[in-house]
């Protein structure tokens, strides 16, 4: 079962910040993040596993809450690069299957 | 290293014809994947492979089969092409489970 994403899009100007969350109905293991830029193959942001760790990559990091089987992606002070449809893919305790969300679009403008 | 090599990037077949889609890896990845990717819809795991000689089904697995004869390749066999399966397909690998996914370039298909 694919985790829910949301929002579906967000539009930031440079420098703004937004928060991306995702949700599944099984216990879990492990969150990813991945982004796509249009035309491309995802590529690997970071992997947070149980016990609630929050990691950062550059001003992108993510939480996880294992008890709600919740994760946020946080973008902070945004940059053109940013752009693109961020996923979660998440893997459950019992399962070896990474499944993913719709996806999030962020455009971030000048 | 090429990391993850897909081929034919776009392929065009009419209904009822059958292709395999190839996927290799050079990384010496034990785990390896096929999603399909829809609009709106994200990426939705197709077949995956924990190993040669071991697959298993993931969401959506109706249309096709895979098989892992040896560790760095994972093709993909479209059986009878339906329309419904024009899709991009993206071909995934990692060291294991719980690790960062690398992906190859995909693969466009369009079925007339």
């Known amino acids: 079962q694919q985790p829910v994403q949301s929002p579906q899009a967000v539009i930031l100007r440079e420098g703004e910040d937004a928060v991306i969350n995702c949700s599944s109905s099984?216990?879990?293991?492990?969150v990813h993040w991945y982004r796509q830029k249009h035309g491309e193959a995802p590529v690997f942001l970071m992997i947070?596993?149980?016990?609630?760790e929050q990691k950062g990559h550059d001003k992108i990091s993510a939480s996880f809450n294992e008890k709600k089987q919740q994760s946020s992606l946080y973008l902070t002070a945004s940059q053109l690069s940013y752009s693109g449809t961020y996923f979660c893919g998440t893997e459950p305790f019992n399962d070896y299957k990474l499944s993913f969300g719709a996806g999030t679009t962020v455009t971030v403008r000048a | 290293n090429a990391g993850v090599t897909q081929t034919p990037k776009f392929q065009v077949l009419k209904t009822g014809q059958s292709m395999t889609l190839q996927c290799a890896q050079d990384?010496?990845?034990?785990?390896m994947s096929w999603y399909r990717q829809d609009p709106g819809m994200g990426l939705r795991l197709i077949h995956y492979s924990v190993g040669a000689g071991i697959t298993d089904q993931g969401e959506v697995p109706n249309g096709y089969n895979v098989s892992r004869s040896t560790t760095e390749d994972f093709p993909l066999r479209l059986l009878s092409a339906a329309p419904s399966q024009t899709s991009v397909y993206f071909c995934a690998s990692s060291p294991g489970f719980r690790q960062p996914q690398h992906f190859g370039d995909g693969t466009r298909l369009s079925i007339l």
């Open positions: 947070l596993l149980k016990g609630g």
């Open positions: 099984k216990a879990l293991y492990s």
């Open positions: 990384m010496n990845h034990e785990y």
